[in-house]
């Protein structure tokens, strides 16, 4: 009897104890600088946390317990960060078989490239056609265009443009989105409007910084000419 007792006394105080406070959910206002809150929502919210994103502001919204508050606002600063600027240098060379006069000689910087065209296809000669350098910041579209022909009316123009372009995490490699590289060449007017027909290749690539890559070959005004599009990337 007397042990049942003294069990029942030393429970008196657990019992006693009050209940735990519920724990109250808050909301925070988030001012980013750099990135899209719309573009980052889906992977805050994987916190645990409600989100509300507003593009037009640069702010967002979360909403939720303290610890997966914490939790979102630690990822949200490791997201919002200033996007590493590139450069883009694609060189045009145009593959022929029959030599062209006051042809452009190809740059010794890609003449080890052009060492390697020659070991895979037929063409006899390899010359220059453009060089075109576009800068541009990871996460946003850009392009660019050359004159080829001054001579022309309309002139024939070179184009590089690209829709997105990002750096991988180590720094390494630029994936690029929607890249289009070629030539646009004027065919007959209509109603005084000068018309083009594009040329060149559309494709989406990944170039490790500082690697040339022939990223494809195009038909270029007939089957005795090819166009090649050698493209280079560096993260400035």
């Known amino acids: 009897m007397k042990r049942l007792i003294l069990a029942a006394t030393l429970a008196l105080p657990l019992l006693a104890?009050?209940?735990?406070?519920?724990?109250?959910r808050t909301t925070k206002l988030m001012h980013l600088k750099y990135a899209d809150p719309?573009?980052?929502?889906?992977?805050?919210?994987?916190?645990?946390?409600?989100v509300i994103?507003?593009?037009?502001?640069?702010?967002m919204t979360i909403e939720g317990f303290p610890d997966k508050l914490m939790a979102a606002e630690a990822a949200i600063q490791q997201l919002d960060i200033a996007p590493?600027?590139?450069?883009?240098?694609?060189?045009?060379?145009?593959?022929?078989?029959?030599?062209a006069a006051n042809a452009v000689a190809v740059p010794a910087d890609i003449r080890d490239v052009i060492t390697q065209l020659k070991s895979t296809f037929t063409f006899k000669e390899y010359r220059m056609l453009d060089?075109?350098?576009?800068?541009?910041?990871a996460g946003s579209a850009a392009d660019t265009t050359g004159i080829l022909d001054v001579s022309m009316n309309p002139p024939r123009l070179s184009t590089f443009?690209?829709?997105?372009?990002?750096?991988?995490?180590?720094?390494?490699?630029?994936?690029?989105?929607?890249?289009?590289a070629g030539v646009r060449i004027p065919v007959a007017p209509?109603?005084?409007?000068?018309?083009?027909?594009?040329?060149?290749?559309?494709q989406d690539v990944d170039v490790k910084e500082g690697?040339?890559?022939?990223?494809?070959r195009s038909s270029l005004e007939g089957p005795a000419q090819a166009l090649f599009v050698i493209l280079t990337a560096k993260v400035l």
């Open 190 to 202: 209509t109603q005084g409007k000068a018309n083009y027909t594009d040329t060149g290749i559309d």
């Open 38 to 50: 719309q573009a980052i929502q889906t992977l805050v919210s994987q916190f645990g946390v409600n």
């Open 131 to 137: 060089v075109l350098i576009l800068r541009t910041r």
């Open 84 to 99: 590493k600027d590139i450069e883009l240098t694609v060189h045009l060379v145009i593959g022929s078989d029959k030599p």
């Open 161 to 180: 443009s690209i829709r997105n372009a990002t750096v991988s995490e180590d720094g390494t490699t630029v994936r690029i989105d929607r890249m289009h």
């Open 211 to 216: 690697q040339k890559v022939v990223v494809g």
């Open 53 to 59: 994103a507003n593009s037009p502001m640069k702010a």
């Open 17 to 24: 104890q009050p209940p735990a406070a519920p724990r109250e």
